[in-house]
């Protein structure tokens, strides 16, 4: 019987690829059946990135959709029994900490199924975040856990994990980045529709974290300080669909957002006088005096540039030349450090330590004069040195891939 994999959510799919390459490659091969849950579908969320990383069509899609937390989790657990059912699979591998991911574990583990789960024992210790309810729920009752960095044995221990069920393998995220980085868009071509020079300084940012985005005082402040930083340094900002949804009303409705099928990313670019003004007026409900126009937005500042997502190796190729990086995403905070690149996490928490420990990461929250010093620091002195974490080489799929067999009792 096949192991069944489940993919839901964008991060989802620079994890699966690798592993699903691994598992056709290993000695002997592991069969495989992807599912994918739908929770993200826009194409630029989803497909792009199934043809950008050679992912493998899904043999079976749940198209579940967008909904509260409880109504998507319930929804994946839904749709996943009868497949479950179905495949009889000899086990349920899920990645990361997406609702899929804890959805799909739910079930499979009530029905006896063995559960395995990528990236375990990650925790930012902040159960305000929903992945963080995922990720410790799924790792309670998972069966074989696959870890990135020690702290998450630690972790793991601390909450009865029994050390038995947990092998440390690596990052299997930075498998892709060494699979891809040759093939990667080059970021000149990306820059070169938005006329920023990709010989000086640039910067590339993310947000989505609903502790960043949902909260329009929050948002405001945030948005304003990217427009001081877009003063220093070109900052080139693709925009994700939970993110955009919280901005639209503050700007006209922008016809080519999530408009997709943006192969090109000229074409993804957005009408840059709606996007500036989204980024210049302060939601409504904004605090006083939390970010006024003028403070955010001095003298027409066109050096914020709002992308539609790109896709994964639009995104690489942005990341592995990049001058900064300002995030509020896990999987970049690792891809900063694998690739050397300064990081600066508009968190107050991490559940990925190794990468400010090791890394190029450094957190910085919210707070508008940290975040403009971090990145005049950076400007001045090359920001943080850092080094490659252990196991983050590349080759992680494959342990996971020859672990698996081991524990399936089909080799060793
Ligand atoms: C999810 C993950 C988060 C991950 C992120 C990466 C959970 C709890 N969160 O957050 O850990 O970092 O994906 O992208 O699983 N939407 C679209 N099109 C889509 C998908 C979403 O327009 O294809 C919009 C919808 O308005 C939706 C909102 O984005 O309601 C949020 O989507 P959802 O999947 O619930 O969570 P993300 O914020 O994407």
């Known amino acids: 019987p096949p192991v069944l994999c489940v ?42 990135h199934f043809a950008a990383l050679g992912l493998p069509k899904p ?27 179905e495949v009889q699979p ?5 990645v ?6 804890l959805a799909c ?32 729920l799924t790792d309670q009752i998972a069966d ?24 440390f393998v690596g990052n299997v995220m930075i498998d892709s980045v060494h699979r891809n980085r040759e093939k990667a868009v080059s970021a000149a071509q990306t820059l070169a529709a938005l006329d920023v020079d990709p010989a000086k300084p640039w910067g590339l940012v993310t947000l989505h974290r609903p502790s960043n985005v949902d909260d329009a005082a929050v948002l405001a402040n945030i948005v304003g300080t990217l427009n001081e930083a877009a003063e220093r340094l ?4 693709p925009v994700h669909p939970r993110t955009r949804a919280r901005m639209s009303h503050v700007a006209a409705p922008r016809t080519t957002y999530g408009s997709a099928g943006t192969a090109a990313p000229v074409g993804a670019v957005s009408d840059r006088e709606s996007a500036r003004s989204a980024l210049q007026e302060p939601p409504e409900g904004t605090a006083p005096g939390a970010v006024s126009r003028s403070e955010a937005a001095p003298t027409g500042a066109t050096n914020l540039h709002l992308l539609d997502p790109v896709d994964y190796l639009t995104m690489l190729g942005l ?15 690792e891809e900063t450090t694998a690739l050397g690149i300064p990081c600066l996490t508009v968190r107050e928490n991490t559940e990925r330590p190794i990468t400010i420990e090791q890394g190029t990461n450094t957190l910085v929250g919210t707070d508008r004069a940290t975040i403009l010093a971090a990145v005049d620091n950076i400007l001045t002195t090359g920001g943080k040195q850092g080094r490659i974490p252990e196991y983050w080489d590349g080759q992680t799929a494959e342990r996971i891939a020859t672990e698996l067999n081991r524990w399936l009792g089909r080799s060793g």
């Open 144 to 167: 074989l856990l696959f870890t990135t960095e020690a702290k998450a044995e630690d972790n793991l221990a601390r909450e009865g994990v029994p050390a038995e069920r947990v092998r």
């Open 319 to 333: 990341l592995q030349s990049a001058t900064l990086v300002i995030t509020d995403s896990g999987g970049l905070q």
């Open 96 to 101: 990361g900490d997406v609702n899929s991911t």
């Open 7 to 48: 993919v839901g959510a964008r991060p989802n799919f620079m994890k699966m690829a690798p592993i699903l390459e691994a598992f056709a490659r290993a000695e002997p091969a592991i069969p495989a059946t992807l599912v994918h849950t739908g929770q993200h579908y826009d194409v630029a969320m989803n497909e792009q």
């Open 234 to 237: 070109p900052l080139v900002f």
């Open 90 to 94: 000899a086990a349920v591998l899920v």
């Open 105 to 136: 574990t739910l079930v499979a583990s009530k029905k006896g199924v063995p559960v395995i789960h990528v990236e375990a024992g990650l925790r930012s210790y902040d159960r305000t975040m929903p992945e963080e309810i995922n990720r410790v």
């Open 59 to 85: 043999d079976i899609s749940l198209e579940v959709g967008s909904g509260s937390h409880a109504k998507q989790t319930a929804a994946v657990m839904e749709h996943f029994e009868p497949v479950l059912d």
